[in-house]
């Protein structure tokens, strides 16, 4: 019933499946005036491609974004945005034989059981190609954000059992795994061709941070910032975990080592992450979710078919090793479309004159 | 901007501050005929009651809960039930030197940055208080689940450092940590002891576990039921992760070993955690949450004045040393609720005839 | 399935039966620091309040409002406000031979339909009773209208065949009826007096007027501030019609007659009744809205119990024989509310630097 | 902010200009394995386009529907159905000169007071192109409500002051106005030749009736199956009032006149319109809604332009005279979509067995 759409005032419905003609976004909420064009979307959508990583499908989309509404001359008009992009490169009959079996870990057995019917071209609804529409929505609300002087990213924190060690945030885009330490990046390479060569898949934990984000956003009680981001991440396929700040090392820490002292000048340590009582603090946003391995691996696994009778399968086709590094976009993408659509559920709150609006102006 | 209501057809709204005059929730989208007394709510509120344990408050707080409508004849009726508790032992003064300071880890300087004003009063809506409409509304959607074959419950993982190594279920109940393991139960009764003696805090993690959950309850992609979990438990104060299933475990894992074979009779294993594509498959539901030590501690602290000027502070009074156990029942309210809620949402799919009601029977 | 809940910014939630406990409301998404105290919700409460005219019941309601919540030192600090009214004068006895007999005109049927269970006393949710949250509502939401400069008041134009003549704003509070024309006033009185004899009731059209309403507010293309107008009345019992500015007039119109030419001060006419393409123009708002005639009358009917048998049933009682007056404030109350949740909707927009807030200032 | 989505659990989101790229609708809550096919969209735009009558615009629109996702083998699976028209027809130029004009009547002056910025092009996202959507989304929930044996329609009642005074249903369908009274569509065809020879516009009643909608649909106290009703028609575009059954008529009325009487087999009269306490009945549903002449003209108005000064305008081009009888289609939609979406509200009150499902069938 009616699950496919996300925010309050920036709120965005995604459609499609994976092997459709298209897939997309309605935008509704977006402020007017704000400057936009196709390429802003695409900027975006470009950095989700597959095949930039060794750890990434071969597919070879050529996702281009066309908006279709919500535009005029190049800026929004506070009508809803919406933004397509056709599947091109779909190719169903790859996926004709696990019509009637169910793949271990993916969504095939619980969709039926769900709907009764299941487009198994590509997982349909459920494949990864749905988030086309959440990163078109990320890139306009970082249109939004920027003029607010809001700045998001997301790196890679682990893939598989390799940790960064380090962090310069400076060569997060100079390497294929959005790594922000270059030896692990080096490492994950191996554990990723490591993992190939045996026909399996790994997993990770992807990092997400939001700088300049003003003390004051998030609704208590139950639409707190921490708790519409951990929906946030959680409603991305592949995510099992989400943790703000010290997160689960916060369950093992005493009080006194886990608060963090207030100084006139700001805090002097950052386990909250940014947030406190369910409301940003003014210090950096910092969120993790963790990725688990993708399920399509060539190694042969036990499953039934669809008249619940046993089968081996393997999965060949176009699959990435993991996740990790399209999904650090979409995370990204979910995280700014959160803090926009608070930052925007916040302004209502700041009227130093409730009047002094309204008029029409010649 | 209104976050205090949570869920699409069992909507709880909860209202009421720790030292105001009461603390409520209205129940709306119950379903009609269900079989409800005062006592099947004063039952689970009991359960969250400060004193049960070494760990928690000394307040003495008599929570009596009185349904003032929606009921007739011990039945609900379709209209929203309101339930609400008096505050009784609500000491204010006890928190006048806390007026013009900000209590580190509190949500005290956060309130302040976005609403301009705050009830200083025991922390006013950001108290633990708060939780007492979700306990109560918990206690309703028992009642359906319990109709639905489906029961939930919660139980200490670890507290600090300590975990638990056995489950045995039915000594939950029978320890003040609901540790269904009793050795560690004990240590953890030393580590409360020891951080009560230093003025620190522990933190911990909570389990939470639905069974019998039907296969098909989640709407993707945003409404995913671990996706609404996730928001529900990162909803509560203290909470600052979550994670389904087998959850950052997963991150480090090959898809070889993470994914759960399929077989006529069910998953050989369940790092699912119940949960594939965001829809339950008929496992059970695990989810855990980090709890991080409660921020009031005697241990001195420095942090600012309502003025920006340092000061330092240490906080007395009833304070608990650790939100667990008595979180472990809010934990398993907010997931009674979820459960409840997408039960609801999934009846709508489930029509044999659709002609078949909306006659009126004599 | 969950309607008791209305807005988006500003989000009333009512509960509460007639001859229950106590009726009530949660508002959720009132700005903080608005000044606020009980006795400004009384005001409005009381000119609701039966037995001021012929046109009423003669129960004695001490309808006495208790704010529970959301406010400190008498402003708003932007948490839920509940505001609760006991109901004392309740007399369920009376109802008791109606427990098993449908009242035409009532909802007694339709709430057995729908719930398969029905809380008979006095009407239970479908009671006029329930609007006691409304008002309630409504008086919170004037306070924020107030201090954007804007005026909502509402009138009687006809009781039963008796039409108002001319409009002097001054003389509404001055008659029973909220008359703008004394002379009409009077022959409503006889029409009541009349109608009460032979135990009979009479229906009447209230219209209701904002004033001050800056040009913006609406939001297309659902919830446009006609059309939440429009639902905000037809929710409330005994309204089966709405319409705004020229309204139905509109239909026997030429496109030269209705449209109301522009200048530079504003509209020449206002056929509109201050909205075009669902937004406010600047020009008053100007909305009526068709009471029918109470259903609860002493003139023997013809009905079923609940059994589906014949049965005559003459209804004896406390009842009104009009809704008009009683339901111009609920009227008022409810123009209110959507005034303000699109006041509030609107604000969003309005950010002349979006960098100017969230500063945690000491 | 966001209100361009409508309803609960049968959820649309319309999106799209009148000179954009294209218009469409996502509609999500769809119940799966409904079979659709683009020619069941397809017959109910056809009876909206224009050139059906001599009251309809000349421009020619091909409106082709395409269904980009929601459907697997010609049935819906469940996922958010999106529909979609390009815009193949639209002449911008011919609207380039009222860039800088505000049209009276029109939504040209409160969308540059909303939003400040305003798609001049055919009147952008006001444009009853809009509604291209809301029919599409129509034709959708019609084929649910076949399945549970519900029908709605829509007719004219008045064009102008020529009223039907028969109603044959057969012949709606027979005559461009949509009339069941073919004298009466004579009448019609005159008015509007008259109306359109001094290049003026007419307005008229839209009746809308449900038949064999089941009792128990509305959810008081605000979701009413009225209220919705209400603010979906009003929600239209120069729709100025709604009444329900009687609706005005009844403030005129005695109770004894305006009741229904209540026997085994059904009312006795429908001044209800089929509703009671907002809920269904088990009667037809009446709605009647008025509808303003067309706002463009090309008598010449006085307006001022966007800088404010004083202008006369004179407004020609491929208008129609009346927006009836193409609205019809709209209100049609609008009614099928308020029953469809209550009629699976209601679904979820219905649970003969609350284990009933949620079981993986093979």
Chains 1, 2, 3, 4 share one sequence.
């Not at 271990?104 to 198994?120: L, S």
């Not at 009080?255 to 002292?261: R, V």
């Amino acid at each position: 019933m009616s699950g496919n759409t996300f925010g309050h005032l920036f709120k965005i419905t995604t459609w499609g499946e994976s092997h459709g003609n298209a897939v997309g976004v309605v935008i509704d909420g977006c402020p007017p005036q704000i400057p936009i064009t196709a390429s802003d979307i695409q900027a975006m959508l470009d950095r989700r491609k597959p095949g930039g990583s060794l750890a990434s499908t071969s597919r070879k989309e050529k996702d281009t974004a066309v908006i279709l509404s919500g535009t005029f001359e190049n800026k929004t008009t506070g009508t809803p945005i919406m933004i397509m992009v056709e599947n091109r490169d779909a190719n169903s009959n790859a996926y004709q034989h696990y019509a009637d079996v169910y793949r271990p870990g993916h969504a095939d057995i619980t969709y039926m059981a769900k709907y009764g019917i299941r487009d198994w071209r590509g997982g349909g609804r459920s494949s990864a190609r749905e988030t086309v529409g959440r990163v078109a929505a990320g890139a306009v609300a970082r249109l939004i954000l920027n003029q607010a002087g809001i700045e998001v990213f997301a790196f890679t924190r682990s893939l598989g059992k390799i940790n960064c060690k380090s962090f310069d945030r400076s060569v997060i885009e100079q390497n294929t795994f959005f790594a922000p330490d270059l030896t692990a990046a080096d490492l994950m390479q191996r554990e990723v061709a490591e993992a190939k060569r045996t026909g399996d898949s790994v997993g990770g934990i992807v990092e997400i941070r939001a700088l300049g984000v003003p003390a004051g956003l998030g609704e208590p009680v139950f639409d707190k910032l921490d708790a519409d981001l951990a929906k946030a991440l959680m409603s991305i396929g592949a995510i099992k975990g989400v943790e703000i700040g010290s997160g689960f090392h916060a369950a093992t820490q005493r009080g006194s080592q886990n608060n963090d002292p207030i100084t006139a000048d700001g805090f002097l340590s950052n386990n909250a992450g940014g947030i406190l009582g369910g409301i940003s603090n003014g210090d950096d946003i910092i969120v993790r979710a963790a990725v688990k391995p993708i399920p399509s691996i060539s190694i042969e696994q036990d499953t039934i078919d669809t008249n619940g009778n046993p089968r081996k399968i393997t999965i060949k086709g176009r699959h990435d090793v993991s996740a990790i590094p399209r999904i650090n976009v979409v995370c990204e993408a979910m995280v700014s479309i959160v803090v926009t659509d608070h930052f925007l559920r916040q302004k209502i709150f700041h009227f130093e004159s409730l009047t002094n609006y309204g008029k029409i102006e010649y």
